[in-house]
Protein backbone atom coordinates (compact mmCIF):
# COMPACT_ATOMS: atom_id res chain seq x y z
CA UNK A 1 0.00 0.00 0.00
CA UNK A 2 1.15 3.67 -0.84
CA UNK A 3 -0.13 6.28 1.26
CA UNK A 4 0.64 10.25 0.72
CA UNK A 5 -1.13 10.84 4.07
CA UNK A 6 -3.06 8.55 6.67
CA UNK A 7 -5.58 10.53 8.79
CA UNK A 8 -6.90 9.34 11.79
CA UNK A 9 -10.38 10.21 12.99
CA UNK A 10 -13.41 9.31 15.58
CA UNK A 11 -16.72 9.81 14.09
CA UNK A 12 -19.58 10.82 16.72
CA UNK A 13 -23.22 11.88 15.55
CA UNK A 14 -26.46 13.08 17.50
CA UNK A 15 -28.72 12.96 14.23
CA UNK A 16 -25.83 14.92 12.16
CA UNK A 17 -22.03 13.30 11.67
CA UNK A 18 -18.89 15.28 12.77
CA UNK A 19 -15.82 13.58 11.89
CA UNK A 20 -13.05 14.76 14.84
CA UNK A 21 -9.30 14.75 13.48
CA UNK A 22 -7.34 13.62 16.25
CA UNK A 23 -4.04 12.43 13.94
CA UNK A 24 -2.14 12.75 10.67
CA UNK A 25 -1.31 16.25 10.77
CA UNK A 26 1.38 18.46 11.08
CA UNK A 27 1.34 20.95 14.20
CA UNK A 28 -0.67 23.60 13.23
CA UNK A 29 0.94 26.86 13.07
CA UNK A 30 -0.34 30.31 14.65
CA UNK A 31 -0.47 32.03 17.92
CA UNK A 32 -4.65 32.52 17.49
CA UNK A 33 -6.98 30.12 16.41
CA UNK A 34 -7.51 32.25 13.55
CA UNK A 35 -3.99 31.91 12.59
CA UNK A 36 -3.78 27.86 13.55
CA UNK A 37 -7.38 27.91 10.96
CA UNK A 38 -5.22 29.93 8.10
CA UNK A 39 -2.16 27.97 8.70
CA UNK A 40 -4.73 24.86 8.15
CA UNK A 41 -6.71 26.06 5.06
CA UNK A 42 -2.97 26.82 3.36
CA UNK A 43 -1.55 23.41 3.82
CA UNK A 44 -3.91 20.76 5.30
CA UNK A 45 -7.20 22.12 3.39
CA UNK A 46 -7.38 19.00 0.87
CA UNK A 47 -7.77 17.10 4.35
CA UNK A 48 -10.72 19.16 4.93
CA UNK A 49 -12.07 18.34 1.80
CA UNK A 50 -11.27 14.95 1.56
CA UNK A 51 -12.52 14.14 4.70
CA UNK A 52 -16.06 16.20 4.39
CA UNK A 53 -16.62 15.88 0.71
CA UNK A 54 -17.67 12.56 -1.41
CA UNK A 55 -16.63 9.85 -1.71
CA UNK A 56 -15.19 9.16 1.95
CA UNK A 57 -17.66 11.96 3.25
CA UNK A 58 -21.24 13.88 2.49
CA UNK A 59 -22.80 16.96 1.21
CA UNK A 60 -24.12 17.12 5.62
CA UNK A 61 -20.64 16.11 7.10
CA UNK A 62 -18.84 18.13 9.81
CA UNK A 63 -15.76 17.91 11.13
CA UNK A 64 -13.60 18.67 13.60
CA UNK A 65 -9.63 19.33 14.05
CA UNK A 66 -8.22 18.58 17.54
CA UNK A 67 -5.33 21.41 18.09
CA UNK A 68 -3.25 23.02 20.83
CA UNK A 69 -5.39 25.81 22.56
CA UNK A 70 -4.17 29.05 21.63
CA UNK A 71 -4.42 30.61 24.97
CA UNK A 72 -2.78 30.11 28.32
CA UNK A 73 -5.01 28.47 30.31
CA UNK A 74 -6.98 26.60 27.42
CA UNK A 75 -7.25 22.97 27.63
CA UNK A 76 -7.74 22.40 23.61
CA UNK A 77 -8.39 24.25 20.24
CA UNK A 78 -11.40 22.87 17.75
CA UNK A 79 -10.77 23.71 14.04
CA UNK A 80 -14.64 23.35 12.73
CA UNK A 81 -14.85 21.73 9.22
CA UNK A 82 -17.55 21.62 6.44
CA UNK A 83 -17.76 20.30 2.96
CA UNK A 84 -16.95 23.98 1.26
CA UNK A 85 -14.80 25.66 4.19
CA UNK A 86 -14.75 26.24 8.11
CA UNK A 87 -17.54 27.31 10.32
CA UNK A 88 -15.56 30.11 13.10
CA UNK A 89 -18.12 28.32 15.87
CA UNK A 90 -20.18 25.01 15.48
CA UNK A 91 -22.10 23.39 18.44
CA UNK A 92 -22.88 20.04 16.88
CA UNK A 93 -19.16 19.62 16.54
CA UNK A 94 -18.39 20.95 19.97
CA UNK A 95 -20.28 18.40 21.19
CA UNK A 96 -18.26 15.60 19.54
CA UNK A 97 -15.38 16.83 20.03
CA UNK A 98 -15.84 17.01 23.80
CA UNK A 99 -17.31 13.44 23.88
CA UNK A 100 -14.32 12.48 21.42
CA UNK A 101 -11.70 13.94 23.90
CA UNK A 102 -12.63 11.87 26.70
CA UNK A 103 -13.63 9.03 24.81
CA UNK A 104 -10.67 8.59 23.28
CA UNK A 105 -8.69 9.31 26.54
CA UNK A 106 -7.11 12.65 25.14
CA UNK A 107 -8.63 14.52 28.37
CA UNK A 108 -9.26 12.04 31.35
CA UNK A 109 -11.85 12.10 33.53
CA UNK A 110 -11.12 10.96 36.92
CA UNK A 111 -14.34 10.33 38.36
CA UNK A 112 -16.15 7.60 35.96
CA UNK A 113 -19.49 8.87 37.41
CA UNK A 114 -18.30 12.80 38.21
CA UNK A 115 -18.08 15.89 36.43
CA UNK A 116 -15.43 17.59 34.33
CA UNK A 117 -14.81 21.48 32.92
CA UNK A 118 -12.70 22.09 30.11
CA UNK A 119 -11.77 25.50 28.32
CA UNK A 120 -11.77 25.35 24.70
CA UNK A 121 -10.24 27.58 22.45
CA UNK A 122 -12.38 28.52 19.08
CA UNK A 123 -11.75 30.97 16.43
CA UNK A 124 -15.05 32.24 17.56
CA UNK A 125 -13.75 32.77 21.13
CA UNK A 126 -13.43 30.64 24.61
CA UNK A 127 -15.92 27.98 25.25
CA UNK A 128 -16.66 26.95 28.96
CA UNK A 129 -17.54 23.43 28.86
CA UNK A 130 -19.29 21.47 31.60
CA UNK A 131 -19.58 17.45 31.32
CA UNK A 132 -21.46 15.42 33.16
CA UNK A 133 -20.24 11.31 33.38
CA UNK A 134 -21.75 8.32 34.02
CA UNK A 135 -20.45 4.59 33.78
CA UNK A 136 -17.11 6.62 32.56
CA UNK A 137 -19.18 8.10 29.23
CA UNK A 138 -19.71 11.57 28.33
CA UNK A 139 -23.80 11.57 29.31
CA UNK A 140 -24.51 15.41 28.96
CA UNK A 141 -22.52 17.97 27.19
CA UNK A 142 -23.16 21.81 28.17
CA UNK A 143 -20.84 24.33 26.88
CA UNK A 144 -21.24 28.30 27.50
CA UNK A 145 -21.38 29.53 24.21
CA UNK A 146 -19.12 33.27 22.93
CA UNK A 147 -21.49 36.01 23.27
CA UNK A 148 -24.58 35.58 21.34
CA UNK A 149 -26.65 38.82 20.03
CA UNK A 150 -30.05 39.81 17.90
CA UNK A 151 -28.94 41.69 15.19
CA UNK A 152 -33.16 43.53 14.63
CA UNK A 153 -35.09 42.06 11.68
CA UNK A 154 -35.30 43.06 7.79
CA UNK A 155 -37.65 42.63 5.26
CA UNK A 156 -36.65 39.73 2.89
CA UNK A 157 -38.33 39.18 -0.67
CA UNK A 158 -38.14 35.38 -1.41
CA UNK A 159 -38.76 34.40 -4.77
CA UNK A 160 -42.51 33.43 -5.03
CA UNK A 161 -43.82 34.46 -2.02
CA UNK A 162 -42.82 37.97 -2.08
CA UNK A 163 -42.01 39.96 1.50
CA UNK A 164 -41.34 38.24 4.30
CA UNK A 165 -39.70 38.95 8.23
CA UNK A 166 -36.65 37.84 8.79
CA UNK A 167 -35.30 37.67 12.55
CA UNK A 168 -31.34 38.02 12.47
CA UNK A 169 -29.18 36.92 15.22
CA UNK A 170 -25.30 35.79 16.22
CA UNK A 171 -24.42 32.98 17.92
CA UNK A 172 -21.03 31.97 16.64
CA UNK A 173 -22.14 32.36 13.52
CA UNK A 174 -24.75 34.42 11.48
CA UNK A 175 -28.83 33.40 11.42
CA UNK A 176 -32.27 34.93 9.60
CA UNK A 177 -34.80 33.21 10.72
CA UNK A 178 -38.36 32.99 8.63
CA UNK A 179 -41.45 31.31 10.26
CA UNK A 180 -42.29 28.32 7.94
CA UNK A 181 -45.95 29.50 7.18
CA UNK A 182 -44.73 32.87 5.72
CA UNK A 183 -42.91 30.79 2.83
CA UNK A 184 -45.82 28.34 2.03
CA UNK A 185 -44.67 25.28 4.78
CA UNK A 186 -47.69 24.91 7.05
CA UNK A 187 -46.22 22.17 9.64
CA UNK A 188 -42.22 21.33 9.16
CA UNK A 189 -43.11 18.22 10.45
CA UNK A 190 -45.36 17.03 8.11
CA UNK A 191 -43.74 18.76 5.05
CA UNK A 192 -42.03 16.78 2.18
CA UNK A 193 -38.52 16.54 2.19
CA UNK A 194 -37.80 17.76 -1.35
CA UNK A 195 -39.90 20.73 -0.94
CA UNK A 196 -38.48 21.91 2.33
CA UNK A 197 -35.01 21.82 0.48
CA UNK A 198 -36.34 23.81 -2.49
CA UNK A 199 -37.99 26.20 -0.13
CA UNK A 200 -35.32 26.30 2.15
CA UNK A 201 -32.34 26.95 -0.51
CA UNK A 202 -34.47 29.74 -2.12
CA UNK A 203 -34.63 31.94 1.17
CA UNK A 204 -30.77 31.09 1.82
CA UNK A 205 -30.19 32.15 -1.39
CA UNK A 206 -32.46 35.33 -1.50
CA UNK A 207 -31.07 35.90 2.70
CA UNK A 208 -27.74 36.19 1.28
CA UNK A 209 -28.06 38.61 -1.76
CA UNK A 210 -30.20 40.69 0.60
CA UNK A 211 -29.46 40.87 4.11
CA UNK A 212 -26.58 43.04 5.19
CA UNK A 213 -25.08 42.69 8.22
CA UNK A 214 -22.77 44.87 10.52
CA UNK A 215 -19.08 44.14 9.71
CA UNK A 216 -18.38 43.87 13.59
CA UNK A 217 -20.16 40.93 14.29
CA UNK A 218 -17.71 37.87 13.83
CA UNK A 219 -13.88 38.95 15.03
CA UNK A 220 -12.96 37.01 11.82
CA UNK A 221 -14.65 39.09 9.56
CA UNK A 222 -14.06 42.34 11.11
CA UNK A 223 -13.87 45.29 8.45
CA UNK A 224 -15.45 43.10 5.76
CA UNK A 225 -19.19 42.39 4.82
CA UNK A 226 -20.84 39.48 7.15
CA UNK A 227 -23.04 37.05 4.82
CA UNK A 228 -25.84 35.36 6.17
CA UNK A 229 -24.64 32.04 7.52
CA UNK A 230 -27.60 30.04 7.58
CA UNK A 231 -31.15 30.60 7.84
CA UNK A 232 -33.71 28.82 9.48
CA UNK A 233 -36.88 28.13 9.00
CA UNK A 234 -39.19 27.90 12.13
CA UNK A 235 -42.83 27.18 13.71
CA UNK A 236 -44.06 27.22 17.41
CA UNK A 237 -43.61 24.79 19.61
CA UNK A 238 -46.41 23.78 20.97
CA UNK A 239 -45.35 22.10 24.32
CA UNK A 240 -46.87 22.92 27.84
CA UNK A 241 -43.69 22.31 29.76
CA UNK A 242 -41.43 24.38 27.19
CA UNK A 243 -40.69 27.58 25.24
CA UNK A 244 -38.83 26.67 22.15
CA UNK A 245 -39.42 26.36 18.68
CA UNK A 246 -39.38 23.70 15.96
CA UNK A 247 -36.76 24.13 13.19
CA UNK A 248 -34.88 23.53 9.73
CA UNK A 249 -31.30 25.06 9.39
CA UNK A 250 -29.78 25.79 5.83
CA UNK A 251 -26.44 26.68 5.49
CA UNK A 252 -25.87 25.48 1.38
CA UNK A 253 -27.81 24.05 -1.30
CA UNK A 254 -30.04 21.21 -1.12
CA UNK A 255 -28.35 20.96 2.43
CA UNK A 256 -30.58 20.80 5.83
CA UNK A 257 -29.54 20.34 9.08
CA UNK A 258 -30.51 17.16 10.98
CA UNK A 259 -29.87 18.75 14.31
CA UNK A 260 -31.73 22.04 15.96
CA UNK A 261 -27.83 23.75 15.76
CA UNK A 262 -25.76 25.05 18.61
CA UNK A 263 -25.09 28.47 17.51
CA UNK A 264 -28.75 28.52 15.80
CA UNK A 265 -30.11 28.03 18.93
CA UNK A 266 -27.37 30.32 20.96
CA UNK A 267 -28.65 33.50 18.46
CA UNK A 268 -32.37 32.27 18.79
CA UNK A 269 -32.00 32.61 22.96
CA UNK A 270 -30.83 36.38 22.63
CA UNK A 271 -33.06 37.21 19.99
CA UNK A 272 -35.72 35.99 22.89
CA UNK A 273 -33.57 37.79 25.83
CA UNK A 274 -33.96 40.70 23.92
CA UNK A 275 -37.52 40.71 23.25
CA UNK A 276 -38.05 39.94 26.61
CA UNK A 277 -39.36 36.43 25.92
CA UNK A 278 -36.95 34.96 27.69
CA UNK A 279 -35.36 35.27 30.90
CA UNK A 280 -31.79 34.70 32.98
CA UNK A 281 -31.59 30.71 33.82
CA UNK A 282 -35.11 30.27 31.60
CA UNK A 283 -34.89 27.54 29.23
CA UNK A 284 -35.43 27.61 25.56
CA UNK A 285 -35.53 24.59 22.83
CA UNK A 286 -35.21 23.76 19.38
CA UNK A 287 -36.32 20.83 17.75
CA UNK A 288 -35.38 19.25 14.34
CA UNK A 289 -36.91 17.88 11.87
CA UNK A 290 -35.95 14.56 13.46
CA UNK A 291 -37.63 15.69 16.65
CA UNK A 292 -34.18 15.95 18.55
CA UNK A 293 -33.89 18.82 20.86
CA UNK A 294 -31.21 21.19 22.00
CA UNK A 295 -31.61 22.83 25.11
CA UNK A 296 -30.15 26.69 26.01
CA UNK A 297 -30.30 28.90 29.20
CA UNK A 298 -29.06 31.90 29.26
CA UNK A 299 -26.41 32.42 31.79
CA UNK A 300 -25.57 36.15 31.60
CA UNK A 301 -27.04 38.84 29.82
CA UNK A 302 -25.68 42.70 29.18
CA UNK A 303 -22.83 41.50 27.35
CA UNK A 304 -21.80 44.38 25.72
CA UNK A 305 -21.48 43.86 21.54
CA UNK A 306 -18.18 45.65 19.81
CA UNK A 307 -19.22 48.67 17.69
CA UNK A 308 -22.67 50.11 19.14
CA UNK A 309 -22.33 48.59 23.07
CA UNK A 310 -25.78 46.97 21.89
CA UNK A 311 -26.49 43.91 24.75
CA UNK A 312 -26.44 40.33 24.15
CA UNK A 313 -26.48 37.07 26.36
CA UNK A 314 -24.09 34.14 26.92
CA UNK A 315 -26.02 31.09 26.81
CA UNK A 316 -25.40 27.40 28.02
CA UNK A 317 -26.06 24.73 25.55
CA UNK A 318 -26.47 20.85 25.80
CA UNK A 319 -26.58 17.75 24.49
CA UNK A 320 -25.29 14.45 23.55
CA UNK A 321 -22.84 12.85 20.87
CA UNK A 322 -22.96 9.13 20.59
CA UNK A 323 -19.48 7.47 19.31
CA UNK A 324 -20.08 5.60 15.53
CA UNK A 325 -16.77 4.49 15.07
CA UNK A 326 -13.13 5.08 14.36
CA UNK A 327 -11.09 5.07 11.55
CA UNK A 328 -7.90 5.24 9.00
CA UNK A 329 -8.30 7.17 6.10
CA UNK A 330 -5.96 6.88 3.44
CA UNK A 331 -4.97 9.64 0.66
CA UNK A 332 -3.12 7.37 -2.02
CA UNK A 333 -1.12 9.68 -4.30
CA UNK A 334 -2.61 8.09 -7.85
CA UNK A 335 -6.26 8.75 -6.40
CA UNK A 336 -8.15 10.85 -8.76
CA UNK A 337 -10.19 12.03 -5.92
CA UNK A 338 -8.47 12.38 -2.86
CA UNK A 339 -8.77 15.43 -2.52
CA UNK A 340 -12.93 14.89 -2.41
CA UNK A 341 -15.60 16.19 -4.68
CA UNK A 342 -19.09 17.80 -4.40
CA UNK A 343 -21.60 16.24 -6.93
Request: charged share 20%.
Amino acid sequence: MRAKQIIHTWDYHHGQATRVVVGGLPPLRGATMLEKQAYFAAHCDHVRSSLMQEPRGHRNMLGAVLTDPATPDGDIGMIFLHPRGFFEMCGDSTFSSVACLIDAGIISADDPDGELSLKVDTVAGRLNVHVQMAGGEPVGITFNNVPSYALGAQTLRVEGFGEVEALLGYGGLTYAYVEAGQVGIPSLREVDHSRLLEVGGQVLSDARAQIHLPAYVGPDRIGDARPVDLITLWEPLHADDVKGARVANFYAPQTCGRTPSGTGLAARAAIEVAAGRLKTGETFVHESPLGLRFLARPVETGIPRPGDGARGVIPALTARSFLMGTAQWVLHPDDPFQAGFIF
